[in-house]
């Protein structure tokens, strides 16, 4: 009882302090609320169930009812017993109580992790379930109208025995013979047909595609495992950073030195310092020489909104920038790739021409071949440093957010050295003379 009052004077006050909206925007809330509701339904059923007997006795002692509520054992209670109720809820209770440890598993980084990933799977199932519920749904009135008239089966024919008997199915914990009627060969073969088509739409279908969607949303999860930890992690900080839910639940309440100091303040304030004034019909009307408060309020929000935007910008800028110097640095190890290849191809076809010539029997100048690698790697070499002067002149672009383009909002192609084919016709030409 004092952990439960202390609890719900704990969601009172942060009530209190978030407001009603943002209470409910977090999931937690509507556990704790649902927990203090079965908590405090149990607790005024065993008290309600104790007034009875006091009463009862008080009035008639030696009536049935006194007896019942006396000494009366655990058997001869009525199936719908107050105790019964009461102890089924604190059951459930205090399942959703220890349940409520997990709210405190993102400071783990492990832990966490696999927090967020249930979280993530169980909205899947609650969407999953809204197809389940139709289709089981569709099944068991088809089943159970089959069954209904007969009494070959005991566990079909009833709408609760049917229910059950269709969800074990989706687990393999029934039997197939269920189903069987050997009197009835119209409505065994109806029984046997949507017996199997459930099967293979409830089995083979829905459940598989549940543990795709699970697996997918676990897939998600790990692929931003950390971001989603840190998230987790520091909205956790922030909720223990809240004014006025300075003590844990029981101790709560408790009263601390500032609340008595603010009692007593507010005790002092009405008795000694209280004036009555009358409070205008309308508000103050805000003028140039004079600003009201709301005016000021606004304001002050509305600076302080301004500058939530400048930091979000500032944030994509930088991200943006980010983006752009990694793109550059990969385009650069394209090029040096690119370079590698085409001089590994020249050096190849350099000592095929060597070759060449060895077999004509015509001696090949060396120098000149050489001229030929020389002037191909100084071309490569001058694109490279003209891609580095463009670098310098788009990083200083990107701080202001602009793309390398042209006027006319065409890029413009990079300067490639030409492929060793290619080579213009006055190297060509030297070759001829030199051969």
């Known amino acids: 009882m004092i952990w439960v009052a202390g609890f719900l004077w704990h969601?009172?006050?942060?009530?209190?302090?978030?407001?009603?909206?943002?209470?409910?925007?977090?999931w937690w809330n509507f556990l704790d609320i649902v927990t203090i509701s079965?908590?405090?339904?149990?607790?005024?059923?065993?008290?309600?169930?104790?007034?009875?007997?006091?009463?009862?006795?008080?009035?008639?002692?030696?009536?049935?009812?006194?007896?019942?509520?006396?000494?009366?054992?655990?058997?001869?209670?009525?199936?719908?017993d107050p105790q019964f109720i009461a102890e089924v809820l604190f059951a459930v209770t205090s399942m959703l109580s220890f349940t409520r440890l997990a709210y405190i598993l993102p400071a783990h980084e492990t832990l966490g992790t696999l927090q967020i990933s249930i979280g993530k799977m169980i909205d899947d199932m609650i969407r999953f379930m809204f197809i389940l519920m139709i289709i089981l749904t569709a099944?068991?009135?088809?089943?159970n109208n089959i069954y209904v008239n007969y009494t070959e089966s005991d566990k079909l024919g009833n709408f609760n025995e049917t229910f059950q008997f269709l969800f074990w199915t989706m687990f393999q914990m029934v039997e197939r013979t269920t189903v069987d009627m050997n009197h009835f060969m119209v409505a065994e073969f109806a029984g046997r047909a949507l017996y199997g088509l459930f099967t293979i739409v409830m089995v083979i279908v829905l459940l598989n595609m549940l543990i795709a969607m699970i697996t997918n949303s676990f897939q998600k999860i790990e692929d931003d495992a950390d971001v989603e930890w840190k998230f987790a992690r520091s909205k956790l900080y922030l909720s223990y950073f809240r004014e006025g839910l300075t003590l844990p639940v029981p101790f709560n309440i408790i009263p601390t030195p500032k609340a008595l100091f603010y009692i007593i303040r507010s005790i002092f304030r009405f008795l000694c310092?209280?004036?009555?004034?009358?409070?205008?019909?309308?508000?103050?009307?805000?003028?140039?020489?004079?600003?009201?408060?709301?005016?000021?309020?606004?304001e002050s929000r509305a600076a302080y909104r301004l500058q939530v935007i400048k930091a979000l910008v500032q944030r994509y800028i930088d991200t943006a920038r980010r983006e752009f110097e990694e793109s550059r640095r990969k385009d650069l190890g394209n090029r040096i790739t690119e370079l590698n290849k085409n001089v590994i191809r020249l050096q190849s076809e350099v000592k095929h021409l060597r070759r060449s010539v060895g077999d004509n029997g015509v001696p090949g100048n060396p120098k000149e071949?050489?001229?030929?690698?020389?002037?191909?790697?100084?071309?490569?070499?001058?694109?490279?440093?003209?891609?580095?002067?463009?670098?310098?002149?788009?990083?200083?672009?990107?701080s202001d957010m602009t793309s390398p383009q042209d006027e006319s909002g065409i890029v413009p192609d990079d300067d490639c050295p030409p492929y060793p084919d290619e080579v213009p016709a006055t190297n060509q030409a030297d070759e001829e003379e030199a051969m």
């Not at 009862?56 to 019942?68: E, G, L, M």
């Not at 071949?369 to 891609?387: A, D, G, H, P």
Request: glycine share 4%.
């Open 273 to 298: 310092c209280y004036k009555a004034k009358k409070k205008p019909e309308y508000p103050p009307i805000s003028t140039i020489s004079h600003r009201s408060d709301g005016d000021i309020y606004a």
């Open 11 to 26: 969601e009172c006050k942060e009530v209190w302090i978030e407001g009603l909206r943002s209470y409910f925007l977090d």
């Open 38 to 80: 079965m908590y405090l339904a149990s607790f005024s059923l065993r008290i309600l169930v104790t007034l009875k007997g006091y009463l009862s006795c008080t009035d008639a002692p030696d009536s049935d009812v006194c007896f019942y509520f006396t000494k009366a054992g655990r058997l001869e209670w009525n199936t719908e």
């Open 139 to 143: 099944f068991l009135c088809g089943l």
């Open 369 to 398: 071949n050489e001229n030929v690698l020389s002037r191909y790697i100084m071309k490569v070499k001058n694109s490279f440093q003209s891609y580095d002067q463009e670098s310098i002149s788009s990083g200083k672009d990107s």
